[in-house]
């Protein structure tokens, strides 16, 4: 099993700022913890960062046939993004989305997401952990999909 893990804009600039929302660990600890709980579920990952709407949606086209799995923090995007959710309805490959804050508890423009509509399950609020658990549901929906 291969999933690919997809994370946005200035989420490369983990750690570095607004520690008190996004934590103190920085994104190469979070391609660890990925790549740890990969191992842990004994699925293969990819992580891929962009700050460019494009360069994402080129990278779920190149998924189709490649992953069986994608899991995304489209970071601002989220809110923004047709295109992005377009990709997603357009490879079909089940997809999880992750959120490091609790987008439900923030502006109210935080409150809708694109991509999340073409997603089987949103994990938000749960600090990197999201990533462990987004990877772990995405094991078990795939198995029982058979
Ligand atoms: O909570 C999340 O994971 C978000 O996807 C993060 C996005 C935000 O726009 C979403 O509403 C929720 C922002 C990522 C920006 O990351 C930063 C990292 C360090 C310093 C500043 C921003």
């Known amino acids: 099993m291969k999933f690919l893990v997809i994370n946005g804009p200035n989420l490369n600039m983990l750690g570095i700022r607004e520690p008190d929302i996004y934590g103190r660990q920085t994104y190469g600890d979070l391609v660890r913890l990925v790549s740890e709980a990969g191992e842990e579920a004994g699925v293969e990952t990819e992580c891929f960062q962009s700050n460019h709407e494009g360069d994402i949606v080129d990278k779920i086209q190149q998924a189709y046939g490649?992953?069986?799995?994608?899991?995304?923090?489209?970071?601002?995007?989220?809110?923004?993004?047709?295109?992005?959710?377009?990709?997603?309805?357009?490879?079909?490959?089940?997809?999880?989305?992750?959120?490091?804050?609790?987008?439900?508890?923030?502006?109210?423009?935080?409150?809708?997401?694109?991509?999340?509509?073409?997603?089987?399950?949103?994990?938000?609020?749960?600090?990197?952990?999201?990533?462990?658990?987004?990877?772990?549901?995405?094991?078990?929906?795939?198995?029982?999909?058979?």
């Open 66 to 146: 490649a992953f069986d799995g994608i899991v995304i923090n489209p970071a601002a995007y989220t809110h923004t993004s047709v295109a992005i959710l377009d990709a997603l309805k357009a490879v079909a490959i089940p997809a999880v989305e992750v959120h490091i804050s609790d987008v439900s508890a923030r502006e109210e423009f935080r409150k809708v997401s694109y991509p999340g509509m073409a997603c089987i399950r949103t994990f938000a609020g749960f600090g990197f952990e999201g990533y462990r658990m987004a990877i772990l549901y995405l094991k078990e929906y795939l198995i029982n999909a058979g």
